[in-house]
């Protein structure tokens, strides 16, 4: 039995748990390269052939590595992280506050503001690390350029290692502004604790229905194209917490959010970290990241025409995008995945739509053409999101690139469920997901093409029955 101690599932390939195997069989090499030279030594007692191959050795050695594993370790011209850090940062207002939640979108930022002193205005804060003390405690420091963080935990009680969560109990029937919350939590009166069944005390939240103040002038004075009407804004934002507890880095959050009163703009890298708190429909997509403002996204009160145009504006001529469509480009799995994970195909067809929506078609065809020829499907795979793009050109009435690009992903899911589906059932199942995402391309085409062009759409729906009936004779 072998045991690597290595953790079974994690985001990425973790190699360096293997570096003591790897400078083990390193040893063997060099004994079996000392073994080889003795041995020529028994052969033949010429000294320049036993020069010559013991550096014929030193060199095929490695060289054989590196003929093996240069072109796909090969990272050279290659700067996906640093212009798609660049991009998040150039998404936010000036003096933003930024919440991120993980290595890929947070480490590229810090080299920017710490190394190139890029956009140092902007204060982001790393949501996993705020339930360690350390980290939760820097909040209070006032960096230059970036200010400290608006909170109202002093020092002492960010470095308190007690309360990691906080129980959700209804206890009132009303609505409770955040302030009033962090406070009740704060209390050390025993009528704001609740008795666990181990007999520990424990602050609480009184209240899954939560509500911050809506501070119009502070949102428009700190904006360039976030215009409200203050006739139609409500005056606080009410939202609902869908779980029984609250973690320590989700209270720090709406402390944060309930201090900085939107005298700053407020953005999160996925709406994911506040979908439980009740906050994703109130997160609408500015350039790479989701902002906070005081509606959802289905009753936008903003001036619709000019947030489009500046999202047009921010993506065509101030995101930069690292070569990720440079053929000579070596792009590793990560790289792939962090195309997805950020939802670059969902940007744009979401921009896109909101150009089409106030008549500047020709802008949003322009955007889906530069989303296809920056991620092409020779590079970047087809994903769930692909077919959104078709639906963004029958938006901007461009019918013609709509049915070829539909044509196109139709093709591609085609070829891949029939050679997934040729296999035996085992591979088949090993290949579930594979399977299910050309399975929803396939159909999201087909619903999209149903009120599109109604020949593609019998087309596309002919060719998916014939698979489905295939697959049900051979089962």
């Avoid at 002038?217 to 005056?235: K, R, V």
């Avoid at 001036?303 to 500046?310: I, P, R, T, V």
Wanted: proline share 4%; aromatic share 10%; charged share 20%.
């Amino acid at each position: 039995i072998i045991y690597l101690n290595e953790v079974p599932i994690t985001p990425r390939e973790r190699d360096y748990v293997h570096v003591g195997s790897f400078l083990v069989f390193a040893i063997w090499i060099g004994l079996g390269a000392n073994a080889l030279l003795h041995s020529l030594k028994n052969i033949t007692t010429n000294k320049p052939i036993n020069w010559l191959v013991a550096v014929a050795l030193f060199l095929l050695v490695p060289g054989l590595l590196i003929s093996e594993n240069w072109d796909d370790h090969n990272r050279s011209d290659r700067y996906t992280a640093r212009d798609f850090g660049k991009n998040m940062l150039s998404s936010c207002e000036q003096n933003a506050i930024l919440f991120t939640t993980a290595d890929n979108d947070t480490y590229p930022l810090w080299y920017l503001q710490q190394v190139e002193g890029y956009r140092t205005d902007i204060r982001q804060i790393l949501t996993t690390f705020l339930p360690v003390g350390w980290y939760a405690n820097q909040l209070n420091y006032d960096y230059e350029g970036s200010g400290s963080t608006p909170i109202s935990f002093s020092d002492s009680e960010l470095l308190m290692k007690k309360n990691q969560y906080f129980p959700v109990l209804n206890k009132i029937d009303s609505s409770i502004d955040v302030k009033q919350m962090v406070l009740f939590v704060k209390d050390n009166d025993n009528r704001t604790k609740v008795t666990m069944g181990n007999g520990e005390q424990m602050s609480f939240i009184p209240s899954s229905e939560l509500s911050l103040p809506i501070n119009l002038a502070n949102i428009t004075n700190n904006s360039e194209h976030i215009q409200i009407d203050g006739n139609n804004s409500p005056l606080k934002l009410e939202f609902a917490v869908t779980k029984r507890y609250l973690t320590r880095d989700e209270l720090l959050i709406l402390d944060i959010l309930a201090n900085n009163d939107w005298k700053r703009p407020v953005y999160f890298v996925y709406p994911s970290l506040v979908q439980e708190l009740g906050l994703a429909e109130y997160l609408h997509q500015e350039g790479m990241l989701f902002r906070l403002l005081p509606y959802k996204k289905q009753n936008t009160l903003h001036n619709k025409s000019k947030f489009a145009l500046h999202q047009y504006n921010l993506i065509t001529e101030t995101f930069k995008w690292g070569n990720v469509n440079n053929p000579n480009i070596f792009l590793d799995h990560t790289n792939k995945q962090m195309v997805g994970s950020f939802r670059f195909l969902q940007m744009f067809a979401d921009a896109a739509n909101q150009l089409s929506a106030v008549g500047e078609n020709n802008k949003a065809v322009n955007l889906i053409d530069l989303a296809l020829e920056l991620f092409p499907a020779n590079r970047i795979p087809h994903s769930y999101l692909s077919a959104n793009l078709v639906k963004s050109y029958y938006n901007a009435e461009a019918t013609e690139k709509a049915n070829i690009l539909a044509k196109s992903i139709h093709s591609s899911a085609k070829n891949k469920l029939s050679y997934y589906l040729s296999g035996n059932t085992q591979s088949v199942n090993n290949l579930g997901s594979e399977t299910q995402l050309q399975l929803y391309l396939m159909q999201e085409l087909i619903r999209i093409t149903e009120s599109n062009n109604k020949q593609l759409h019998n087309e596309l729906r002919a060719d998916f029955e014939a698979i489905y009936q295939r697959q049900l004779a051979r089962n």
